[in-house]
């Protein structure tokens, strides 16, 4: 962690190592000169080397604290981009696998962790300057007594180097608890009508799932404290011991230690025990920053890295003659391959100036084949081909600006995002007309005035910033599921076919039998494989 933390300081962390050298020289240097007065008496010599390196140490002291705070802040505004940035690049398919839980609590709690770390490396860097340069001064007032102190060290370190990792092993089931704990917070919220509506289900969840959770997390991390905090004491009692070395063992040893070397050595050992204090409490957070890094590497986020991600480098909408879906194939894998839902092989062609609806039961894998028409899927099977080039990982962020969609679980924002500003609220305000939503929503600098509507009026709006979008192809996914019949009637028969006489290509997903006539093709599928292609006259005929 502490690597990650200094690499991520690029060229910063060699002027940091600089300064903490120097802050280490200057305490250590202060140290000497207070132990040289002690020893042989004030001088105007030593008075003015204690000025000076006094206000040495007070001005990097002040600077090093100065750098390094600002670049952990900078730092922890640039990780958050970092990871947000990265996310947002992810194959989709990827992010459904990892889950929104695991996503959430790396946004949040593994950020927030790894943010604390960032934020004590200051002090601690600080501090181990201290204690490095106080190692330095005993090392030269004796070398014996130090090579005696560093045997009592490496043992304390063993004794503190178990009893730490036990404490991480419990930090890592604290944090996998977390994991647990966003889970029970998205079903409150999203669960909060089934919740209110049965009391017996509402008391089983608190008392079963989310007090069951929390205390396992406290307990946890209340056991990985318990064992870095059992850690510092002993390390306090090193301390202690390695003093009682120096004033009682070392003076009786054959040609022992003066005086001057042990109260030089007790006097830094007491000035250095506050730094050292510090840097052990400040373990914890680096081990537990450690623990959240590598979950957000677990999600496929390499922090300070490259990471595997999709070209995005075009976010401009472009122009189709055609596209391809040539014998595409997707699987849902569950825990036994016999079990995996397969769709296709598929075959399907798009052109402008149409409208084709994909019909079939549910579940028979119509929002899937949207999803690979869409670009988000990338087809296990068969090939995407764009006016006849096969889209790949460098083309498809750039075939996915072809789309406008309303998906079936679509999110509405509350500003219209990325859309271009000139006559933007004009163009909205025409369509909020149009959409029977003028006394709900007014657009105002090309924000929404408000989100709290019905489920169909909400609709409406994800279909409004679809429209504003305007670009080439359609796509809406069961579109009108929460839709009175009459406006039902106003997007199928008005429009859809106004879409398609813009040249669009519209692709519906539906179950709305009664419009199926409108389409210039239907493909209906069952069970994942495609049943067959129908076209608008065999629909009318058949009919």
């Known amino acids: 962690m502490l690597r990650f933390l200094l690499r ?3 060229p910063m962390a060699l002027m940091m190592g600089l300064l903490g050298v120097a802050s280490g020289a200057l305490n250590a240097g202060v140290v000497a000169i207070v132990h040289q007065t002690l020893v042989h008496g004030a001088s105007q010599t030593l008075m003015l080397a204690f000025l000076g390196l006094g206000l040495g140490k007070v001005v990097a002291g002040y600077y090093s604290a100065l750098m390094l705070t600002e670049y952990s802040y900078a730092s922890i505004a640039a990780l958050r981009r970092e990871l947000i940035e990265k996310l947002l690049a992810f194959p989709y398919a990827s992010f459904e696998q990892v889950g929104r839980e695991r996503v959430y609590t790396a946004l949040t709690e593994d950020v927030s962790t790894v943010n604390a770390a960032f934020a004590t490396m ?3 860097l600080v501090n181990v300057a201290v204690v490095g340069g106080g190692a330095v001064y005993l090392l030269y007032l004796s070398p014996l007594t130090f090579a005696v102190l560093s045997v009592l060290a490496l043992i304390a370190g063993s004794f503190h180097r178990r009893l730490s990792a036990q404490g991480r092993a419990f930090f890592v089931r604290a944090r996998d608890e977390h994991v647990r704990l966003f889970a029970h917070f998205r079903a409150l919220t999203e669960g909060t009508k089934e919740l209110k509506q049965h009391a017996g289900r509402r008391h089983a969840f608190l008392d079963e799932k989310v007090l069951e959770t929390t205390q396992e997390l406290l307990d946890r991390q209340l056991d990985g404290q318990d064992r870095y905090q059992l850690a510092q004491a002993a390390s306090g009692a090193a301390s202690l011991a390695a003093i009682a070395v120096i004033l009682f063992v070392m003076p009786t040893l054959h040609g022992g230690v003066s005086s001057s070397v042990v109260s030089g050595y007790v006097l830094t050992s007491l000035y250095v025990m506050g730094p050292l204090s510090a840097v052990l409490r400040a ?9 959240a890094k590598k979950r957000i590497e677990e999600i496929g986020v390499a922090l300070g890295q490259e990471t595997d991600r999709e070209s995005t480098q075009s976010t401009e909408p472009q122009s189709f003659e ?32 149409e409208i084709v609806f994909i019909t079939g039961e549910n579940g028979s894998g119509k929002s899937t084949l949207a999803k690979i028409l869409l670009g988000l899927y990338e087809p296990e099977g068969g090939e995407i081909r764009w006016d006849g080039a096969c889209v790949t990982g460098q083309t498809r962020d750039a ?6 969609v309303v998906h079936a679980d679509y999110y509405l924002f509350d500003t219209l995002l990325g859309l271009p500003a000139v006559e933007i609220d004009e163009r909205a305000e025409h369509l909020v007309k149009r959409l029977h939503l003028e006394d709900h929503v007014q657009v105002d600098a090309g924000s929404l005035s408000t989100l709290k509507l019905s489920q169909g009026q909400r609709r409406r709006l994800a279909l409004l910033t679809a429209y504003l979008e305007d670009r080439p192809i359609y796509v809406f996914d069961e579109w009108g599921s929460d839709q009175d019949p009459a406006f039902k009637e106003v997007f199928y028969r008005e429009l859809v076919p106004e879409l398609r006489a813009r040249g669009k290509a519209v692709v519906v997903i539906t179950h709305d039998d009664r419009y199926f006539d409108l389409a210039d093709r239907r493909l209906a599928l069952r069970r994942g494989q495609a049943v067959h292609v129908v076209a608008a006259a065999q629909e009318t005929t058949s009919t």
């Open 8 to 10: 991520s300081a690029g």
């Open 122 to 124: 200051p002090s601690f």
């Open 399 to 404: 075939y996915r600006q072809l789309f406008s």
């Open 283 to 291: 373990l914890p957070f680096f081990v537990t920053a450690e623990i």
């Open 322 to 353: 055609e596209i391809e879906l040539d014998s595409v194939v997707h699987r849902y894998h569950s825990e036994g391959e016999a079990s995996a839902f397969t769709l296709g092989p598929v075959s399907l062609a798009l052109r402008p100036s």
